[in-house]
């Protein structure tokens, strides 16, 4: 991140009274001072900073993020959130050009609430992420976070959804109560576990009662300061009223011969590449972003086993192959377990 870009992030909380932002950046240039041995100034820094807190006329002072009764199971005492405290680094998030129109428009409502508000309008609050796996649904949900200086709530199906009747349903609601008492994003990553077509006949009558929890969570959820974000890979799996109850749906497609190559080329920053780049870019179609940074990383690492001094065409398309392989066989078991 640049010093202008940090700057902007420091001004934009100061701006909104956001001391939790405010302070998350602040952190993060002492530590950069401290990471480069300069302890002297990263003291002053400190000392600068303080203790003290920005104070809000008519309004509490901006809430720290209290997460010591995170919400459980009942029975086993597993949490239902996985809480990231510190900011993911989402630098390397790359969007195709109406995806990012999409978030930043998102980005532009919530940072003008109060405009919207004065002709009776609300920012949005319930996003729907879907597209394939790997292609930036889970960076975009922490680059929000990053955003607004919250932290990110990842839900963890495995502890939310129980065998015992009716435990599913309460758990989902202790989600939303923590997400309406303490501002987070929180991410519903596979959010078609909790939230498949009520039409389909294989399932029992829990999976409606899960599913009208849901929507009638969504429904009460009027937080100000938390984003809920769904996340999908088998978007048409859902039940047709929960994308009603999102305020925005985004599409997050296979990334495109342009985002492919402009995420090679960041890759390949520093590492000595002989070929064609655009012969590389186009071998790569139908990659998503995640598959294609395995590939990338596998070959340098490769290059750098080897003691080879450059990377070349014929190295990546190795690792391209046995990529492709893996996806036709992980095809095969998708199509022999759906029969």
């Not at 009942?74 to 405290?85: D, N, P």
């Not at 790569?284 to 395995?294: D, I, N, P, V, W």
């Amino acid at each position: 991140m640049t010093d202008v870009e940090i700057l902007q992030r420091l001004f934009r909380a100061f701006r909104d009274r956001n001391e939790t932002a405010f302070r998350k950046v602040a952190e993060s240039i002492i530590a950069d001072q401290l990471a480069a041995n300069h302890h002297g100034q990263a003291k002053e820094l400190r000392a600068a900073l303080g203790t003290e807190t920005f104070s809000r006329p008519n309004s509490q002072q901006n809430k720290s993020v209290a997460l010591s009764s995170l919400p459980r199971d009942r029975r086993s005492g597993e949490q239902l959130l996985t809480i990231y405290h510190e900011p993911a680094n989402t630098q390397q998030l790359l969007l195709e050009e109406s995806t990012k129109r999409r978030i930043d428009r998102f980005i532009n409502e919530r940072r003008n609430a109060k405009k919207l508000a004065s002709f009776g309008y609300s920012p949005k609050s319930k996003l729907l992420f879907w597209g394939p796996p790997g292609c930036g649904k889970t960076l975009t949900a922490h680059h929000l976070a990053n955003e607004f200086g919250l932290k990110v709530g990842v839900v963890r199906l495995s502890a939310l959804i129980s065998s015992y009747l009716g435990d599913t349903a309460s758990h989902l609601q202790q989600v939303f109560d923590t997400a309406q008492q303490t501002p987070m994003v929180v991410l519903f990553d596979e959010i078609d576990s909790v939230a498949k077509s009520r039409d389909d006949s294989r399932d029992v009558g829990e999976l409606k009662r899960v599913v009208n929890s849901l929507l009638q969570a969504m429904d009460t959820f009027v937080a100000k300061d938390s984003i809920l974000i769904g996340a999908s890979n088998h978007q048409y799996m859902l039940d047709p009223a929960i994308w009603r109850r999102f305020d925005d749906v985004i599409l997050f497609p296979t990334p495109s011969a342009k985002a492919r190559k402009q995420f090679i080329q960041h890759h390949l920053n520093g590492v000595q590449f002989k070929g064609a780049l655009d012969a590389l870019v186009k071998q790569t179609s139908g990659l998503s972003f995640a598959q294609l940074e395995q590939v990338l990383i596998e070959s340098i690492k490769s290059m750098i086993l080897e003691d080879r001094k450059c990377l070349t065409t014929e190295q990546v398309s190795s690792e391209l192959k046995y990529m492709r392989e893996m996806m036709a066989a992980t095809n095969r078991r998708r199509k022999v377990s759906d029969e």
